[in-house]
């Protein structure tokens, strides 16, 4: 059993090794992987080397968004079997701290996130993983799906913690992944309208064709004054910041509603912006922030399967494992065509 490993060796250069299959615990399952997505954080440790105090060192394996097939199961297992198709939630937990004990667990300080340094992702052959953070794909659920279940759940946290209800109106500033999941997500949570906003025109035009209402190219046209226009000047209900661009951030406190919630999900470069928190308290908005997903893989999966959510179509570019290096060049140099790049590992 050979496990070859797609590494970051240094920034803008990829290289492969010839690694031990992982030995798995009673309660682990070795998965051979088959389709990973390459997530924006992976293409920003590619370029730059590090994402904020997270510096990668030396060799490194990326990737977090995967799927992939059951290969031999610990002695403990009992609710997968050799074969299986399965999704991995990619963070592994204490279980034991505050945050996980409350449920939040994805606020856990001690979690390992693949992709994440100093924690090694899935662009490989064979990866080990708990039994409890492989969820078992629905035969009409490809393993392409079961990749991008990942950014799903971002957007069913977003929309969630939005409280996106039956009749509202949302405006979502992004057109990339994740701004197009936190699209679907308010639609299947009965969004009545939702407005994309976006300075990419192929971009705002896939989100048109994947079902936004109505698109709003920031470059070249006046974002507050269209959005008060669809919205008869009362503002958005829910307003979704996933671009993590310091104009977007602004702008969210003049577009959303009274009494309505802005969810940041993008992070700006700057660790700090200024914001109108006068203006927040004249409308009495709330300002809420998400960091990843918790207890969402069931109902993303259930999503997908039901016909509910379609993901598939978010992948735009589809690359073999020996074509990484080209995989991740082409997904920087091409940010307008590029919504989601994702790579087929197994032959």
Request: hydrophobic fraction near 40%; charge should be negative.
């Amino acid at each position: 059993m050979v496990n070859k490993a797609a590494f970051m060796s240094g920034t803008h250069k990829i290289i492969y090794k010839d690694i031990s299959v992982p030995e798995i615990a009673p309660h682990e399952v070795l998965i051979e992987m088959d389709v990973v997505g390459i997530c924006g954080s992976d293409s920003h440790y590619f370029d730059h080397g590090n994402i904020g105090d997270f510096v990668v060192e030396g060799d490194f394996v990326l990737g977090h968004e995967g799927a992939g097939y059951v290969a031999a199961i610990g002695s403990d297992v009992k609710s997968l079997k050799i074969g299986d198709r399965v999704a991995l939630e990619p963070g592994v937990v204490c279980g034991t701290c505050e945050c996980c004990l409350s449920g939040k667990y994805n606020l856990c300080e001690s979690v390992e996130f693949f992709a994440t340094p100093p924690y090694h992702g899935v662009f490989a052959n064979y990866v080990k993983h708990p039994e409890n953070l492989c969820f078992k794909l629905p035969d009409n659920v490809s393993n392409l799906e079961g990749a991008l279940v990942e950014p799903l759940a971002v957007g069913l946290h977003a929309s969630g913690h939005g409280e996106v209800k039956l009749g509202d109106t949302v405006v979502v500033f992004g057109s990339g992944c994740i701004g197009l999941v936190s699209m679907m997500a308010s639609k299947a949570r009965g969004a009545s309208k939702v407005i994309i906003v976006d300075v990419i025109e192929k971009r705002l035009e896939f989100a048109k064709k994947m079902g936004a209402d109505h698109i709003i190219n920031a470059k070249n046209e006046n974002v507050i004054d269209i959005i008060n226009k669809l919205t008869d000047n009362k503002g958005a209900h829910v307003v979704i910041e996933t671009a993590g661009a310091e104009i977007t951030v602004k702008q969210t406190v003049s577009v959303v509603k009274r009494g309505g919630v802005i969810v940041l999900v993008g992070m700006t470069v700057k660790p700090e912006t200024s914001f109108d928190f006068m203006k927040l308290q004249g409308k009495e908005a709330t300002v809420k922030t998400i960091f990843r997903y918790r207890n969402l893989y069931p109902v993303a999966i259930n999503a997908i399967s039901s016909g509910t959510i379609n993901v598939k179509e978010i992948a735009t570019h589809e690359f073999d494992f020996d074509q990484l290096q080209e995989a991740f060049d082409y997904v920087a140099a091409n940010p307008e065509t590029v919504v989601k790049a994702v790579v087929k590992i197994k032959k």
